[in-house]
């Protein structure tokens, strides 16, 4: 269950404010087909988060538990710092309008996840929890409790939203997954 939860909330966090989520409010104001909107931003999470929880995964057991911890312990710590630096959207996206809600956005999201927050994000989680499966459903999840909204109630909702409040909570998040992962892998008594 950590694994679900600690994915679902670091990844929702992590999102507020991130290019993915300006790419939500930019595809909402250009599209009315909001289911063909939400299918394509999911579909094209799972397809980029899975294989991301799966490569954590596969470091994870490559190396020792104590480098291990050492690595990504000390990666939340920096995606801490790396969430306090606010995204812009891309302007490249407008070549993609033409296919459609599902087409645009499956493939605008898949583009904009690489190398993203919250795929690296994902990537540490998989490196940290078990089972995998949950680390997918919740960074999934994350996403679509980020984007979802803003889909529905796009510029209402941003005009709205803390946007620094949330990238402060999120980035307090991470520094205290990386401390407890660093304390956990060196098995300090406390």
Known sequence: MDALLTSTFSVALAEIG???QLLSLVLATRFSN???LIAGIFLATVINHAPSAWFGELIAGLISVELLSWIVGGSFLLMAGWLLIPDHEDEEESRFMAYGAFLASLILFFIAEIG?????????LGARYEPL???????TLGMMIANVPVIYAGNWLMQRLPLNAAR???SLLFVGIGLWTLLEGQKMPF
């Open 168 to 170: 402060w909570g999120a």
């Open 133 to 139: 499966g949950a680390v997918v459903v919740g960074s």
């Open 18 to 20: 991130d290019k993915t």
């Open 34 to 36: 909001r289911i063909g």
């Open 116 to 124: 993203d927050k919250t795929q690296v994000a994902t990537v540490l």
